[in-house]
């Protein structure tokens, strides 16, 4: 079983009242017992305020979402990054990128049960050529190359060189 959850925006205090966060985790807790999922994703926008946030800010943050986000060590817990968490574009730069996966993971391909999974930070697909914005179609390209190299692989073709393969599905 597969949880999709999006926009969270875990908002700094006072807003939202203790009883609306509360109702957010009761309900993420709640869908935790009663699915049974393997899998969660989190669709960005994990905070409000992430762009703005000051290290200690970002540090309350990232506490307040664990504990509401709290969830069972065989549920694996995949995060990416939204436009609240990073900033806009024009807002985004290398230290918030780094500091919100260096928290919830930089992994870009994910496979589950045949099923493989890319994860993508969409804000850097702005096609400027942004130094973030290149480094992002860097691993979508290399991601590219080790989707298809599997399928080759599968079929017999040796060029991609050894590797473990990944599922031949498309992507997600």
């Given at each position: 079983?597969?949880?999709?959850?999006?926009?969270?925006?875990?908002?700094?205090?006072?807003?939202?009242?203790?009883?609306?966060?509360?109702q957010?985790?009761?309900?993420?807790?709640?869908?935790?017992?009663?699915?049974?999922?393997?899998?969660?994703?989190?669709?960005?926008?994990?905070?409000d305020?992430?762009?703005?946030?000051?290290?200690?800010?970002?540090?309350?943050?990232?506490?307040?979402?664990?504990?509401?986000?709290?969830?069972?060590?065989?549920?694996?817990?995949?995060?990416?990054?939204?436009?609240?968490?990073?900033?806009?574009?024009?807002?985004?730069?290398?230290?918030?990128?780094?500091?919100?996966?260096?928290?919830?993971?930089?992994e870009?391909?994910?496979?589950?049960?045949?099923?493989?999974?890319?994860?993508?930070?969409?804000?850097?697909?702005?096609?400027?050529?942004?130094?973030?914005?290149?480094?992002?179609?860097?691993?979508?390209?290399?991601?590219?190359?080790?989707?298809?190299?599997?399928?080759?692989?599968?079929?017999?073709?040796?060029?991609?060189?050894?590797?473990?393969?990944?599922?031949?599905?498309?992507?997600?």
């Open positions: 079983m597969l949880v999709l959850n999006s926009w969270p925006q875990v908002i700094l205090p006072p807003w939202p009242p203790k009883a609306l966060k509360l957010m985790e009761r309900a993420f807790q709640t869908a935790l017992w009663l699915l049974q999922p393997e899998v969660v994703f989190i669709l960005g926008d994990i905070f305020e992430g762009k703005w946030s000051t290290p200690e800010a970002w540090a309350d943050d990232v506490e307040r979402f664990q504990k509401m986000f709290r969830h069972p060590s065989h549920v694996q817990l995949k995060v990416v990054a939204g436009n609240h968490d990073i900033g806009f574009h024009y807002e985004m730069n290398t230290y918030k990128v780094e500091r919100f996966e260096k928290v919830f993971s930089s870009r391909l994910f496979s589950w049960k045949g099923i493989n999974f890319v994860m993508v930070n969409s804000v850097a697909l702005n096609g400027d050529g942004c130094g973030i914005c290149s480094e992002t179609e860097a691993e979508l390209i290399e991601v590219s190359h080790r989707l298809n190299c599997s399928r080759e692989q599968a079929r017999g073709s040796s060029r991609c060189g050894p590797g473990p393969l990944l599922p031949t599905s498309a992507p997600v």
